[in-house]
């Protein structure tokens, strides 16, 4: 029994690790609802002819994630499965990747109802980082991302969030040695509080439909007053952290036309550190 995770919410920690006690390496599950005094029984989380390794587990809430790598497709994929009542129960595996080359050593992070997922693949002829997503905790999940593009090999990433920050960090040969780089996308989850002038307020960016086709409507409220609009700018980045747009907002209300790929892409109010997850189908 080997190569462990571990997730905490609460009082309940949440373990996985690889097992050989079935022939061939699978991912195994326990969980302690009282902060690790006492423990339930294992779960065995796969149940192939094929060995499922190198486990990353996340919890939000009641919701626990947990991601691997797989062989049961013949080559390595990204695999991903769920519990949203704390583990009691568990849904189907998920494929998250679907290419030729190698896709391995993911790791996730949770926030709500966004689900982060790093790996580091081999589909552009060496070893780089890639990133997906969920919005919906875990249900769809958006295109692959490309996060680094060096002719040096790229492996071995962990994810992980803070507030509106997500952090990847991995290994990188870009330098003739091994060496530590680190990322962030600066927007990443919703913030819905700002401290402004010494009090805090509530404010909110509504942004709807979404996901959206080829139109969005967008917001910019606020329950204590109207915004100042002078010099504030809506700001679109997409997932890998990229600013791909960057507009006035001299009202509180803008319909955007978009001439973007399809994909989750991130809208930020410059001024006020608003965060919104939109999704253009």
């Not at 009641?62 to 519990?83: A, C, Q």
């Not at 780089?128 to 996060?147: A, F, N, P, Q, V």
Request: glycine content about 8%.
């Amino acid at each position: 029994s080997f190569c462990t995770s571990v997730a905490v919410s609460g009082l309940f920690v949440h373990v996985i690790w690889e097992d050989l006690r079935d022939g061939d390496r699978e991912i195994y599950y326990k969980r302690s609802t009282d902060g690790g005094t006492s423990w339930a029984i294992d779960t065995r989380l796969t149940d192939t002819p094929f060995h499922s390794i190198r486990a990353s587990s996340a919890v939000s809430g009641s919701n626990v994630h947990v991601v691997w790598l797989d062989y049961r497709d013949g080559n390595s994929e990204i695999y991903y499965k769920r519990s949203t009542d704390g583990g009691t129960n568990w849904g189907a595996d998920t494929r998250l990747t679907d290419d030729p080359a190698i896709s391995a050593f993911p790791s996730v992070a949770a926030s709500g109802s966004n689900i982060h997922v790093v790996w580091f693949d081999s589909r552009d002829g060496n070893r780089e980082i890639y990133y997906k997503c969920s919005t919906d905790g875990g249900t769809s999940w958006g295109t692959d991302t490309r996060l680094t593009d060096d002719p040096g090999v790229s492996e071995w990433p962990c994810i992980t969030f803070s507030g509106s920050f997500v952090h990847v960090v991995w290994t990188d040969q870009r330098d003739g040695n091994a060496e530590i780089y680190y990322k962030r996308n600066p927007t990443g989850n919703a913030v819905y509080e700002q401290e402004l002038k010494h009090r805090t307020i509530d404010v909110g960016l509504l942004c709807h439909p979404n996901p959206f086709t080829d139109k969005i409507n967008i917001e910019l409220g606020m329950y204590d007053g109207k915004p100042k609009m002078d010099d504030i700018f809506l700001e679109i980045y997409d997932v890998s952290g990229r600013l791909v747009k960057a507009v006035p907002l001299a009202t509180n209300h803008l319909s955007l036309a978009t001439e973007f790929k399809a994909g989750v892409y991130f809208l930020k109010v410059e001024g006020y550190e608003l965060v919104k997850v939109v999704k253009l189908r």
